[in-house]
């Protein structure tokens, strides 16, 4: 199994940028297709988790959500096994609790119970 460690959330200005990090250290990374989602605050973490986007196991392969698709993007470094999540454009409505999993569906998936393991979760405020 992988662990996952999320960084980078912070505070930000509505139609500001940010990026997240999140780092990898187990099993070997290029195992795993590597994926982001968010939540609102108050809801279940197995529950009502929004699919964000995801990247196959060698970066070549992205696939987004529609509400993302544009200001978002997903890359990883494999060397240093990390994924990276650029946001640009972002919007208070947003929900503000990342999170960073990995799946063995190398391909990647947009089903979040597909990933098997999950980082902590990191929060991103965008204040209007």
């Known amino acids: 199994q992988v662990q996952l460690v999320e960084s980078g959330g912070r505070l930000v200005q509505a139609g500001g940028s940010l990026r997240l990090s999140c780092a990898a250290s187990g099993r070997t990374f290029t195992s795993y297709a590597m994926g982001w989602f968010r939540q609102a605050p108050g809801k279940e973490r197995e529950k009502e988790r929004e699919f964000v986007a995801v990247i196959d196991w060698s970066g070549h392969g992205t696939y987004y959500a529609d509400s993302v698709k544009g200001p978002f993007t997903i890359s990883r470094d494999n060397d240093k096994k990390r994924v990276y999540l650029q946001m640009n454009s972002l919007k208070p409505e947003d929900p503000p609790v990342y999170y960073c999993?990995?799946?063995?569906?190398?391909?990647?998936?947009?089903?979040?119970?597909?990933?098997?393991?999950w980082g902590q979760g990191t929060q991103v405020t965008v204040s209007s």
């Open positions: 999993a990995a799946t063995t569906i190398v391909a990647g998936t947009a089903t979040d119970s597909d990933f098997r393991s």
